[in-house]
């Protein structure tokens, strides 16, 4: 029998966020457009610059041309500072209330919640999770569409091999290891 008691914190959540994130490639494709487009523009500025005194052409152009890189920046810089906020709040959220209790054992898993309001307890057969993950220090457990954030260093009894040796040997191919 495995158990640990959990009392849920930013950083359960940042753990979450970190496994499952998805990357956007189409935004990352956009910011490398954006910082190329960015060191074009100095580029062609400063070869611009040799016919400034002559060319007033020339002078609007480059003008629209560093507007147009000046929008760029800020939308750049805009979406760092964004994806910066959303890691800060995320790890910064505090204790909840609750504390979860976990079991493994041979027959099944089980959740039980105790707070100042709530008192819920959740036992499950195996055949009932559809998948649990193996992440850097955490194990997440899922039910329907909730995961259960377990850390290694949070069981009270069995160790972090223990209960990824059992939840290999219950779940199969439902249990990962690793990064998805």
């Known amino acids: 029998m495995i158990k640990a008691t959990v009392r849920y914190s930013g950083d359960h959540f940042w753990a979450l966020h970190r496994q499952f994130r998805k990357i ?29 005194d002559t060319h007033k052409v020339a002078r609007r152009y480059m ?14 810089i805009g979406g760092i500072i964004r994806r910066i906020m959303k890691i800060k709040k995320i790890r ?15 027959e099944a898993f ?3 919640i105790e ?12 055949e009932g999770i559809p998948k649990a993950v193996e992440g850097e220090d955490y194990v997440f457990v899922f039910i329907d569409t909730r995961a259960c954030i377990i850390g290694k260093h949070e069981l009270t009894e069995g160790n972090p091999l223990e209960l990824l040796k059992l939840l290999e040997e219950k ?4 249990f990962k290891r690793g990064a998805l």
Do not use: H, W
């Not at 954006?34 to 074009?40: A, H, P």
């Open 24 to 52: 956007n490639f189409v935004s990352l494709f956009i910011y490398f457009f954006q910082f190329c487009y960015i060191i074009f523009l100095i580029n062609y500025m400063i070869k611009l610059s040799e016919f400034t």
């Open 110 to 112: 089980t959740m039980q």
């Open 115 to 126: 707070g100042k309001s709530t008192r819920s307890l959740l036992r499950l057969k195996y």
């Open 63 to 76: 003008a629209i041309m560093a507007l147009l890189g000046a929008l760029i920046a800020f939308e750049l």
């Open 92 to 106: 910064s959220q505090k204790p909840v209330d609750e504390l979860r209790y976990f079991i493994f054992d041979d």
């Open 171 to 174: 779940l199969g191919d439902r």
